[in-house]
């Protein structure tokens, strides 16, 4: 299908989902036709996690851009003055610590103005699909989540190139400063760096120190440690304490990133190297006994909870512990929202029980480990109107200075930037309170030796948030057998659905 044609179906049929006009089942199998491979978009997701710092907190460390880095923005921003840039971004920390706290820096130094749209995630697909089959340059900046990179590679600048037109570079931007691990598994695709790292949620283990310590349990190192700590918790403390907590809910988006975690944890994959789906090999099994036994030590409710509710079930004391994304963390911190202020320790999830597969094992892309993530890029569009002064906010907002402010304005976010990890600014914050950073030495940690990327492929946005999430729904609500009977139903479904390309 020739390109032009396929992003203008693409726009239509996000369109009419956005609108109503089409079925959620219905636009997933549309967009996997038209090559979105949009695993992320669980459609109806709720927000991500974010919570900020109190505003005092703020105020009394004195946090805003460098003195050498407003000096450029003026500098350089001149020629630009009276531009307005859009953009149109997920609820996401970096976005909404620019949006509400440090963009009027940037606009004060410039003259260029920056209109920030925060929306859920299937509309900001919805605003990136129209403007690029439109080719109107609406919007100056595409926030890019990891799925959808192939799709709109060509429709961004490569930010190497960018990098070379000296008279708008910022000095020491440092491209290669940039988590390599984030580099090729959000923002490159094929031979194109499709933006820069802008954003990383990703599992890590959470837990109740307090719990562990009283009943002289070994920290959740392993699988098997967060399994029997799980149970020797829900027998000593239920039902009002459960020894951990899930996002299970039937259908979800967030019930297949579960499962992965476990999947990829015992040996296992969602592919193999020709294509077909493995998660009903022996390997899949064993996650499959391993999560029966581990949902027996979670609170009743976990059928219906997406992240919220995991994380509210942590927070609340409801339960002990949760494998999940390192943005509560700051939240589980903040007294004023939770009843675990200081209570929680971070770690490095738990060590996969038999030896992680291979790339060379795997298809589509797909890299094992527990650690999984669901990241994005910020990019520059070809279409924009004012694409110079676009780079120049692109620089500035994806900065070494910027993001040690995102990391601590942001909630203790993760940095996907090597040096922001060690900037005094965040580590003055790596102390028990809202906001803190204390739980990012396991975060850059995860991100270098455990993080796991789901596969790269049209069919993984059905796939993802639909099939393999009501497969796992009906299983675990008893209405499809056994186990292996569920798996490999499944495994006709998904190979079926590949095959159809």
């Excluded at 820069?196 to 599992?203: A, E, H, K, L």
């Excluded at 809910?249 to 015992?266: I, N, V």
């Excluded at 995102?406 to 922001?420: A, C, F, H, K, N």
């Excluded at 006709?492 to 390309?501: F, M, R, S, W, Y």
Aim: aromatic letters at 10%.
């Amino acid at each position: 299908m020739k390109d032009s044609i396929r992003k203008a179906h693409l726009a239509s049929v996000t369109d009419r989902f956005v609108r109503g006009q089409m079925d959620r089942r219905s636009f997933l199998r549309a967009a996997s036709i038209l090559g979105l491979g949009a695993g992320a978009l669980g459609m109806g997701l709720g927000r991500r996690p974010f919570y900020g710092i109190s505003q005092a907190s703020a105020q009394e460390q004195e946090l805003k851009p460098s003195a050498e880095i407003t000096k450029w923005l003026s500098d350089v921003g001149k020629p630009f003055a009276g531009t307005t840039l859009r953009l149109a971004t997920e609820s996401t920390p970096p976005s909404n610590a620019i949006a509400t706290q440090l963009k009027q820096y940037f606009e004060e130094a410039t003259g260029i103005k920056v209109e920030i749209e925060v929306l859920p995630l299937e509309q900001v697909l919805q605003k990136l699909t129209l403007d690029v089959a439109s080719s109107l340059g609406t919007y100056d900046l595409y926030y890019i989540d990891q799925s959808w990179a192939a799709s709109f590679s060509q429709d961004v600048f490569d930010p190497r190139e960018q990098l070379k037109n000296a008279d708008l570079a910022m000095p020491n931007y440092n491209i290669d400063d940039f988590l390599k691990p984030l580099v090729d598994g959000i923002a490159m695709y094929e031979d194109r760096m499709v933006g820069v790292p802008y954003d990383i949620p990703i599992f890590i283990t959470q837990y109740r120190k307090d719990v562990w310590d009283e009943l002289k349990l070994p920290p959740p190192a392993t699988l098997d440690d967060l399994l029997q700590a799980s149970a020797a918790i829900t027998d000593a403390k239920g039902p009002n304490m459960y020894g951990t907590s899930g996002q299970m809910k039937s259908g979800h988006y967030s019930l297949e990133c579960d499962w992965t975690a476990w999947l990829w944890g015992h040996g296992g994959s969602i592919f193999g190297p020709d294509g077909k789906f493995t998660g009903n090999d022996d390997a899949g099994l064993a996650a499959m006994a391993y999560w029966d036994k581990l949902k027996a030590t979670m609170p009743p409710g976990v059928d219906g909870w997406t992240w919220d509710g995991e994380g509210q079930s942590v927070g609340q004391g409801v339960a002990a512990s949760m494998l999940s994304w390192g943005e509560f963390f700051p939240f589980f911190d903040d007294p004023k929202a939770s009843k675990v202020s200081g209570l929680m320790e971070a770690m490095v999830p738990p060590k996969p029980a038999a030896t992680l597969r291979t790339v060379e094992q795997t298809g589509f892309g797909e890299i094992p480990g527990v650690g999984h993530q669901g990241g994005s890029s910020l990019a520059v569009s070809k279409y924009s109107k004012s694409p110079d002064a676009a780079w120049i906010f692109m620089q500035w907002a994806t900065s070494a200075d910027t993001q040690a402010l995102i990391t601590v304005l942001g909630g203790g976010t993760g940095p996907t930037r090597t040096s922001v990890y060690d900037d005094p600014r965040v580590l003055a914050n790596a102390r028990v309170g809202a906001g803190t950073t204390r739980h990012l030495p396991v975060v850059r940690d995860t991100i270098a030796n455990y993080m796991g990327s789901e596969p790269d492929l049209p069919a993984w946005a059905e796939l993802s948030s639909d099939m393999i999430p009501v497969a796992l729904g009906k299983y675990f609500a008893g209405q499809s057998g056994s186990a292996k009977e569920s798996l490999d139903a499944l495994k006709t479904q998904v190979d079926d659905l590949v095959a159809k390309g």
